[in-house]
C-alpha cells in the first residue's frame, strides 16, 4: 500500500509542478519535462515549536522525502509563540506552523504571511485542546465552570477555544472568567496544586496533567476547525520559490499519509524531537492527521469577529490574500 502511494504521489506532483497555480501565471519558465528534483534544491528554513503538530514535517525528513522533491530543510528550533513569531518577523525562517490569530497579526498592515494548508486538528477520539478541572475542584461537567477562573494564554488560539467550547455548551460571554497564565509550565503547576480550579492545554500536555490528576471537562473533538493549525509561509519566499512550496506540501501530504496508514513506525520521533513529554512516551498513541486542505472563508471569519470583539484587531484582515490553496499538491487518494 505505501508503494502505491508513494508512486500516486510522485505521479501526480510532477503533473501538478508543470502547471501554474489556479488564476496565476508561471512565476518561472520550465521545460515541462523537467521534474523538481533535477533543479538545484531550494532551502526551506522552519520555525518549529516541539509540539505534535510539527510530526508530518519530522517524518518527511525521516523518510528523505524533502530531498526526494528536490529541497533541503532546515529547521530552527523556537521555545514559544513569541519567539517563533519574532524569528520569523527578522526573514530568520520562511514558513513554520501556526494558526489562523497569528496570520492575522502579522497582516494586519500588509500582507506577510499566508497559509498555505492545515497542519493539524481533534479527530474523532483524539482531541487537539482541552479545558481541564483540578482534580482538587470536583468540577466534572461544562455548567459547573461558569464563574471560574479558567487559566489561559490570553490573545491566542487558546482563548478562542476556550470561548467557543463553553460558548458551544451552554454558557454566555458573562459566565466564562479566565485568568492570564501564558506559560504551560506555570498554567500546570497551578492545576496540580489546586490553585487553579480550571485550565486549558493541548494535547499531548493535557494527557501528561490527566496523568498527574486532572479531569478532562471538555475538548474540541466535536468542533475540530476552533482548534485547527495550520502550516504558514511568509508572502515574500511564496512569491520567489512558488514551485519549492509546493513541493514541501507534496512531501508533507506524503508523510500524513504514512502516519495515518503506521503511526506506531513514528513513535521514535516523538522522543527524539522532544514532542511528548517523558512521562508519556511508551502509552502515547500519534493522533490522525488531516489530509490537504485549507481553512475556509467562515474559519477565517469566525477567527476575525472574535478577535476584533477582544480588541486584538481592528479591521478585517483579507481572506483571499492571507489564504490560499494554490499550492495543495494534486493527489489522486485510493
Known sequence: MRKIFVVILALSFLLSACAAPQGQQPATSQPASNPPAAREPVTIRLAVIPVIDTLPMFVAEA??????YGLKVEFVPVASAPERDQVL????????????????FFNREEVQMQVVRYGHMAAPGAGHFFILASGQSEITAPVELAGVEIGISQGTIIEYVTDRLLEKNGLVASQVKTVSVPKIPDRMALLGSGELKAAVMPDPLAALAVQQGAVIV???????????????????????NPLAVRSFLTAIEEAVILINSQPEAYSGLLAEKQI???????????????????????????????????????QDPSYTESVTDQFLPEIIMQ
Do not use: C, H
Open 63 to 68: 523518510e528523505g522525502l524533502y530531498a526526494k
Open 89 to 104: 518577523a527578522a526573514g530568520q525562517a520562511d514558513g513554520t506552523l501556526n494558526e489562523l490569530l497569528s496570520v492575522m
Open 218 to 240: 471538555l475538548d474540541d473533538t466535536q468542533y475540530p476547525l476552533y482548534g485547527a493549525s495550520v502550516i504558514s509561509f511568509r508572502k515574500e519566499f511564496i512569491d520567489a
Open 276 to 314: 511528548v513529554p517523558a512521562p508519556l512516551l511508551g502509552e502515547y498513541v500519534i493522533p490522525p492527521f488531516p489530509l490537504m486542505g485549507v481553512p475556509s472563508p467562515a474559519e477565517w471569519a469566525d477567527v476575525t469577529r472574535w478577535a476584533k470583539a477582544k480588541g486584538l484587531l481592528e
